[in-house]
């Protein structure tokens, strides 16, 4: 059975910091990208930052670049998104997913942790 499971969201003031946490299981997690995808109030889910584990390569957006880091602990295979100097526009639901090696889309999903940042 594969499982992802998002947690650390919360409400924080604008310029605070919040840390997400995504634990998997149910797959070998060295072969796989994780990745974070957010979904604001009343828009279309959009990509965050994503990484392969294999060999620890970050992305990001460019709205969280500067102020998001994404990182991994291989031996609880977890996946970390540190989020600084939030804005009210990080205000979503964020999810992780997890990508196969060679697929063309992200194969599977977690349940997703509210973030809200106020001005």
């Known amino acids: 059975e594969v499982q992802l499971q998002a947690s650390g969201g919360g409400s924080v003031q604008a310029g605070g910091s919040l840390r997400l946490s995504c634990v998997v299981s149910?797959?070998?997690?060295?072969?796989?990208?994780i990745g974070w995808f957010r979904r604001a109030p009343g828009k279309e889910r959009e990509g965050v930052s994503c990484i392969n584990i294999g060999d620890g390569r970050p992305y990001y957006e460019n709205p969280v670049k500067g102020r998001f880091t994404i990182s991994s602990d291989n031996a609880r295979n977890t996946v970390y998104l540190q989020m600084n100097n939030l804005k009210p526009e990080d205000t979503a639901v964020y999810y992780c997913?997890?990508?196969?090696?060679?697929?063309?889309?992200?194969?599977?999903w977690g349940q997703g942790t509210q973030v809200t940042v106020s001005s």
């Open positions: 997913a997890a990508q196969k090696p060679y697929s063309a889309k992200w194969d599977y």
């Open positions: 149910g797959f070998t997690f060295d072969d796989y990208a």
